[in-house]
């Protein structure tokens, strides 16, 4: 016989009220839980696609790391080659140009960096040149271009568009930009990202773990600084192909004897 609908509701909200108490109860006690922290230099021992490092502290001990979730706090520095460098990057250097944009020499130093409000992207007026502000100034009607080459220095930090022949393409405070990089360039980089650390790179860690779990080595990162051990440089991967002359010689296939058809047979003498 079914239950009256005020019994059954009678009934279920009790069981309600002890599941909730329950969870707050487990929410509760998660928070409860003593953390430690964990602090100090280490080195990439493996790395993971999923945000896990494997790090070697100064101690000895290993730990499994999950990278902040905010790419932001993690920090990766170092060096690199031109060929490094690929569009979409932001770079500061500092060059003079003409009226068009065109830088009148190589730069010596370049630096790939994260955008801030402490460190704007633009174009920012430097000492040298022989111009105002350049790109900025309004020129009324009728001036009469100068014999001399207007040129200005500049502060430059931008969005990297492209690089050919050894000459970069730069947008910055609304202006493109071209300027050639010196054979010998020094690159300097400061970018953010997990992804660009690699096994062997040096490492700073703050970190937390839930105390009792210690011998689990397993931590948090609030905050990861990786120091590049190696010059960041692109490496092409060739496909080899195989050497037809390394290829083992193929044996001759074996003739087999022709069969004799019925009526080759040798007939029986009569």
Not at 46 to 73: F, H, N, T, Y
Not at 238 to 251: C, D
Request: proline residues 8%; contains cysteine; charged residues 25%.
């Amino acid at each position: 016989m079914s239950q009256p609908p005020r019994y059954r509701c009678q009934l279920i909200l009790p069981l309600l009220m002890v599941l909730c108490w329950n969870a707050t109860m487990l929410a509760q006690n998660a928070n409860q839980v003593p953390k430690s922290k964990l602090t100090g230099k280490a080195t990439i021992l493996a790395m993971d696609r999923s945000g896990v490092i494997q790090v070697k502290m100064e101690s000895g001990a290993k730990w499994l790391v999950k990278v902040p979730e905010d790419p932001r706090k993690t920090v990766v520095t170092g060096s690199a080659l031109a060929n490094w460098l690929s569009p979409g990057m932001f770079v500061k250097f500092t060059a003079t140009f003409d009226e068009k944009g065109v830088g009148q020499q190589a730069i010596n130093e370049l630096q790939v960096f994260i955008p801030s409000k402490e460190d704007p992207l633009g174009a920012f007026r430097a000492a040298g040149g022989n111009a105002g502000n350049l790109f900025d100034d309004k020129k009324p009607p009728g001036t009469k271009p100068k014999t001399q080459k207007a040129t200005a220095r500049f502060d430059i930090s931008g969005q990297l568009r492209g690089m050919r022949d050894g000459v970069i393409y730069v947008n910055a405070g609304g202006a493109a930009l071209r300027v050639p990089l010196a054979e010998k360039c020094t690159i300097r980089v400061a970018i953010n990202g997990f992804q660009f650390g690699r096994i062997g790179d040096s490492v700073t860690l703050d970190a937390w773990y839930f105390t009792p779990q210690k011998l689990l080595g397993r931590a948090m990162a609030n905050r990861i600084d990786i120091v590049a051990t190696k010059t960041f440089e692109h490496v092409k991967y060739e496909r080899k192909r195989p050497n037809p002359k390394n290829k083992p010689e193929e044996k001759p296939a074996e003739e087999k004897p022709a069969e004799k058809k019925p009526d080759e047979e040798k007939k029986p003498a009569g």
